[in-house]
């Protein structure tokens, strides 16, 4: 009987509770625990560097107890070594899972050498590209540091995974999971760490609502971009409707952009799960790229129908000093702390990093007469903290309109977060009519899920 690789089905192979993760864990920590070689050193300290910026939060502020440190020994915690080596290993099952999508028929190499080839020619791109896609991965990522340091040990534990994979089947492309990663990534990272980064990932039934909410039913002549894709989750639902319009309909139209590499690994994953085999069928470029949301100039300084997303939810006062400081002028600009004492205002509430991503991409990527629809905190329409937000940018250019809000405080759709949630949908080149529609949802007595409350 064929085996389906699902979301839980890769929690159980590969999540915080599998033997192959742990032993896996405690090989590629100790490597670099021992480590001399200087390519895989500067690798770790350049995901250090990389990492920081992603998350906006220095490493020494981040704290785990030795139990949350799983696959490690008694005395060998070291967090940031331990995290590097997490994310070592989901990258790679990241990367094999898409090298399942251009070759189905995958076989284990049977010998340390052949598996070093074999992964080598998977962390350089080569079978990517001979395959039409020219930039799944471009070339070795900050994550292929374990060629460097090859032993028969490593060698064992990686055969262990690529044969994991191997005797699994992807799904049909009809019937791919929208995010098919998702759950694993957010299983192999204890719920406290991800809530101290901001890393809160949608729901597909919430993202396939949003969707819903700002009017985008996958339309081949419009445009969507997600600024803070995270896993991909956005452009997977989005993707899925722009193909009900046939195969051919993808020409790049669903664009994402993160900071964090990894994220950007896994969107362009998902972009190739969700295409399967037109992946291969013709020449490829994922429109998924690295970059600040914030900071960066949009490739081709390009303006798009949709804007959808859930961007980070990171305060101000976690962020690193650094990035403070290269953003104040537009916190200012875009008038998030409208008072002159820019510090002052920190004591009437806690200003979010979600809320300028918000502004900057309404105001640099959104289309005039497009729409918005981010995943943000109720918070912000209720605290001094987002009074200066709740004017949208009044009275500097093209108006804006606040469409709807939806408060979705008592159904909680992120596990163990306890943040109050909310959808903001907003419009470029209108004017609001008050009152503004702000519907509450409730989880009705028995529900396993949410339902849209009644128009």
Not at 351 to 363: G, I, Q, W
Request: charged share 15%; with cysteine; proline share 8%.
């Amino acid at each position: 009987m064929t085996q389906f690789l699902s979301p839980a089905g890769l929690v159980q192979l590969f999540g915080r509770r599998a033997a192959v993760t742990h032993s896996s864990l405690s090989v590629l920590s100790g490597l670099l625990a021992s480590q001399q070689d200087p390519a895989a050193i500067n690798q770790w300290a350049a995901w250090q560097q990389v990492f920081q910026q992603a998350v906006g939060i220095p490493l020494d502020k981040l704290k785990l107890s030795q139990r949350q440190l799983y696959g490690l020994a008694e005395g060998e915690a070291n967090l940031s070594r331990w995290l590097f080596a997490v994310q070592t290993y989901y990258a790679l099952i990241v990367k094999l899972l898409a090298y399942r999508t251009i070759v189905p028929a995958m076989t284990v190499p049977m010998s340390p050498p052949a598996c070093a080839r074999f992964l080598m020619n998977i962390e350089t791109g080569v079978v990517f590209r001979d395959a039409g896609i020219a930039n799944f991965l471009e070339t070795r990522d900050i994550f292929s540091w374990y060629l460097d340091v090859w032993t028969p040990a490593l060698a064992t534990q990686l055969t262990s995974i690529i044969t994991r994979i191997a005797e699994r089947q992807l799904p049909p492309t009809r019937h791919m999971p929208r995010d098919l990663l998702q759950q694993l990534y957010q299983d192999l990272l204890p719920p406290s760490l991800r809530h101290r980064l901001g890393e809160y990932y949608t729901p597909s039934w919430l993202a396939t609502y949003l969707l819903d909410r700002i009017g985008y039913h996958g339309d081949p002549n419009t445009t969507l971009l997600d600024p803070s894709c995270g896993s991909g989750v956005f452009l997977a639902c989005a993707l899925n409707r722009l193909r009900q319009h046939g195969p051919d309909s993808y020409s790049g139209q669903i664009v994402g952009f993160d900071l964090n590499p990894l994220a950007v690994l896994s969107t362009r994953a998902n972009y190739l799960l969700m295409l399967g085999n037109d992946a291969i069928q013709s020449p490829h470029h994922i429109p998924v790229y690295q970059m600040d949301t914030i900071l960066d100039t949009p490739p081709e300084n390009r303006r798009y129908d949709y804007v959808v997303g859930n961007p980070p939810w990171v305060n101000w006062q976690s962020l690193m000093p650094s990035y403070r400081e290269k953003t104040r002028a537009l916190w200012h600009h875009y008038r998030l702390f409208p008072h002159r004492d820019f510090e002052s205002i920190l004591g009437k509430g806690k200003k979010d990093l979600s809320l300028l991503m918000t502004m900057v991409a309404l105001d640099c990527y959104l289309a005039e007469t497009g729409r918005l629809g981010f995943v943000i905190t109720a918070a912000v329409f209720k605290t001094a903290a987002g009074q200066g937000f709740r004017e949208f940018g009044q009275g500097q250019g093209t108006p804006i309109e606040v469409i709807a809000v939806d408060d979705l405080s008592t159904i909680k759709p992120f596990a163990k977060a306890q943040n109050r949630t909310a959808l903001v949908i907003l419009g470029k080149g209108g004017q609001t009519t008050y009152p503004v529609p702000y519907t509450r949802w409730r989880l009705k007595p028995g529900a396993k899920r949410p339902s849209p409350p009644p128009a």
